[in-house]
Nanobody, 115 residues
Framework: VELVESGGDLVQPGGSLTLFCAAS????????MRWYRQAPGKEREWIAT????????TYSDAVKGRFTISKDNAKNTAYLEMNNLEPDDTAVYYC?????????WGQGTQVTVSS
């Protein structure tokens, strides 16, 4: 099983990015997919979840209204669309797949928001 994140970049405040989480060895349609992030000197924090059927999404208060989680079963990929980025969004972003006791993490992708 492998989750590979990509799409991280340096972006100016107010900008947008879309992160990708390509899965192999599992099918995203059978897993709850989640995004977390870890800023320098801080603990890893949960930011978004999409349920197995892809019908229900939930977000942390820090990103609600700015970020959108989704998944494409045909491409076996999860996404995190990020808009109106702020310097406090600077972090390494991680993809997570969860089904019962099975849980997998990607290696992360760096997002830096700075002018």
């Amino acid at each position: 099983v492998e989750l590979v994140e990509s799409g991280g970049d340096l972006v100016q405040p107010g900008g947008s990015l879309t992160l990708f989480c390509a899965a192999s060895g599992l099918t995203v349609s059978s897993y709850v997919m989640r995004w977390y992030r870890q800023a320098p000197g801080k603990e890893r924090e949960w930011i978004a979840t999409i349920n197995t059927p892809g019908e229900i999404t939930t977000y942390s208060d820090a990103v609600k209204g700015r970020f959108t989680i989704s998944k494409d079963n045909a491409k076996n990929t999860a996404y995190l669309e990020m808009n109106n980025l702020e310097p406090d969004d600077t972090a390494v972003y991680y993809c997570n797949a969860l089904r019962r006791r099975d849980e997998y993490w990607g290696q992360g992708t760096q997002v830096t928001v700075s002018s």
